[in-house]
């Protein structure tokens, strides 16, 4: 059975740096996605960025790679999100997803397995 976990959220202040970091777990191949979403207060959820646990390519929303930086550990079957310079409209509860397959997508309808989410909060 699939399970994502994860965890480095927190509070911050606009400017600071937070590295989120997803557990993954449960998979018998390569052949998956793990992307990292999020969800403002009042907002839907968005993609952020996404990379192949196969061959580490990566997809980024737009804007979201100038402060945002995702990479994988394998061996240790972690997935991380980098987060520079926030900013109050990152708040949010960040999520991240497995999408089965090989195709590196960045839409939240194709995900199949999902983590509890990880509360960011940037404020002064």
């Known amino acids: 059975q699939v399970h994502l976990v994860e965890s480095g959220g927190g509070f911050v202040q606009p400017g600071g740096s937070l590295k989120l970091s997803c557990a993954v777990s449960?998979?018998?191949?390569?052949?998956?996605?793990i992307g990292w979403f999020r969800q403002g207060p009042g907002k839907e959820r968005e993609g952020v960025a996404c990379?192949?646990?196969?061959?580490?390519?990566?997809r980024y929303a737009a804007n979201m790679q100038e402060r945002f930086a995702i990479s994988r550990d394998n061996a240790n079957n972690t997935v991380y999100l980098q987060m520079d310079n926030l900013k109050a409209e990152d708040t949010g509860v960040y999520y991240c997803?497995?999408?089965?397959?090989?195709?590196?997508?960045?839409?939240?309808?194709?995900?199949?397995?999902w983590g509890q989410g990880a509360q960011v909060i940037v404020s002064s």
């Open positions: 990379i192949s646990a196969k061959d580490g390519r990566t």
């Open positions: 997803g497995a999408d089965v397959g090989v195709v590196v997508e960045l839409d939240a309808y194709w995900y199949d397995h």
């Open positions: 449960g998979f018998t191949s390569d052949y998956y996605t």
